[in-house]
């Protein structure tokens, strides 16, 4: 599709699945695309875990050929696809759209800053019990669409988990809901790294 063709889909209701590394997507992504690392092993069960039955979706991943898979392997899985974003990102800014940054904080950052964030947590609730940032709140990544709405906007909110890949895609969902989402790189492994504190207590949202 197009760079016209897709951001006429986008105003008919389609979503944007953007496949690029969270790193690529933070450095710029279409407006309101959710971002999904592309996995050939297991993306279309992530992409059943963490999006609604019947979303129709427009395909961005680079190289071109990863895009072609991708769609291949979504199709094959049922997802409604109206297609994929031919040229990438760079056909994008050629045509003169819009694209928005996802802002991204080291764990570092995190540990100085903590109190001017709401920590969002989206591993599954095993791994948050086993122990998370001080003061942080669970959205597992499979609850993220239905529920992103519904997190507060009252504070910037720093996205974490084991790595940034889900992470990633969670933050996505809170852009997409208005909210001033920062993506937490590293996550909880290099928090760990670092020897910082965890609780093994907490609360949800």
Same mark, same amino acid.
């Given at each position: 599709?197009?760079?016209?063709?897709?951001?006429?889909?986008?105003?008919?209701?389609?979503?944007?699945?953007?496949?690029?590394?969270?790193?690529?997507?933070?450095?710029?992504?279409?407006?309101?695309?959710?971002?999904?690392?592309?996995?050939?092993?297991?993306?279309?069960?992530?992409?059943?875990?963490?999006?609604?039955?019947?979303?129709?979706?427009?395909?961005?991943?680079?190289?071109?050929?990863?895009?072609?898979?991708?769609?291949?392997?979504?199709?094959? $899985?049922?997802?409604?696809?109206?297609?994929?974003?031919?040229?990438?990102?760079?056909?994008?800014?050629?045509?003169? /759209?819009?694209?928005?940054?996802?802002?991204?904080?080291?764990?570092?950052?995190?540990?100085?800053?903590?109190?001017?964030?709401?920590?969002?947590?989206?591993?599954? &609730?095993?791994?948050?019990?086993?122990?998370?940032?001080?003061?942080?709140?669970?959205?597992?990544?499979?609850?993220?669409?239905?529920?992103? $709405?519904?997190?507060?906007?009252?504070?910037?909110? $720093?996205?974490?988990?084991?790595?940034?890949?889900?992470?990633?895609?969670?933050?996505?969902?809170?852009?997409?809901?208005?909210?001033?989402?920062?993506?937490? /790189?590293?996550?909880?492994?290099?928090?760990?790294? &670092?020897?910082?504190?965890?609780?093994?207590?907490?609360?949800?949202?």
């Amino acid at each position: 599709m197009t760079p016209r063709e897709t951001s006429e889909a986008v105003r008919a209701g389609a979503v944007v699945l953007d496949l690029r590394p969270p790193r690529a997507f933070a450095a710029g992504h279409l407006p309101g695309a959710v971002n999904l690392q592309f996995n050939r092993a297991d993306l279309a069960d992530r992409a059943e875990l963490v999006l609604p039955a019947g979303l129709a979706m427009v395909v961005h991943a680079e190289p071109a050929p990863i895009a072609t898979a991708a769609v291949g392997l979504l199709a094959d $899985a049922g997802f409604d696809l109206h297609g994929l974003l031919e040229g990438g990102l760079a056909a994008w800014r050629d045509a003169g /759209m819009a694209v928005e940054p996802l802002p991204l904080l080291s764990v570092d950052e995190l540990r100085e800053l903590a109190d001017g964030y709401r920590v969002i947590d989206v591993r599954e &609730r095993f791994e948050f019990r086993h122990g998370h940032v001080g003061g942080a709140e669970l959205l597992p990544s499979g609850d993220a669409w239905e529920r992103a $709405a519904d997190v507060p906007a009252d504070r910037p909110i $720093a996205v974490i988990c084991g790595d940034q890949n889900r992470s990633a895609t969670v933050a996505s969902m809170l852009l997409r809901a208005g909210r001033e989402a920062h993506l937490v /790189m590293g996550g909880m492994v290099d928090w760990l790294e &670092r020897g910082y504190p965890v609780e093994r207590e907490g609360t949800t949202v």
